[in-house]
Nanobody, 120 residues
Framework: QVQLVESGGGLVQAGGSLRLSCAAS????????MGWYRQVPGNQRELVAS???????NSADSVKGRFTISRDNVKNTVYLQMNSLKPEDTAVYYC??????????????WGQGTQVTVSS
């Protein structure tokens, strides 16, 4: 009923920038929280940054000052601007949204993941 499509990952040198996008489509009434997570093989998925419906944001200490999350409520899209990338930022990045559909039911939906690789 709701799908998330991510884009923007790729290979970049250390110190470079990337911008990830995640667009939601389907029977959407509203979207509460939007967030980005990342996962390295063998590790748990971890929160990178999140943005609430009221505009408040939260981010991991490891990315503070380098990554910025933003959301476009008209386009049902969340972005992650990543600057000053480091090799340790290499991971698969997933977006997640808490979506209220037209029936009033609420669902947690994940994107398919996009690979970000930072070379040293």
């Amino acid at each position: 009923q709701v799908q998330l499509v991510e884009s923007g990952g790729g290979l970049v040198q250390a110190g470079g920038s990337l911008r990830l996008s995640c667009a939601a489509s389907g029977n959407i009434k509203s979207i509460n929280e939007m967030g980005w997570y990342r996962q390295v093989p063998g590790n748990q998925r971890e929160l990178v940054a999140s943005a609430g419906s009221s505009g408040g944001t939260n981010s991991a200490d490891s990315v503070k000052g380098r990554f910025t999350i933003s959301r476009d409520n008209v386009k049902n899209t969340v972005y992650l601007q990543m600057n000053s990338l480091k090799p340790e930022d290499t991971a698969v990045y997933y977006c997640k949204m808490i979506v209220v559909i037209t029936t009033g039911d609420q669902y947690q939906v994940w994107g398919q993941g996009t690979q970000v690789t930072v070379s040293s």
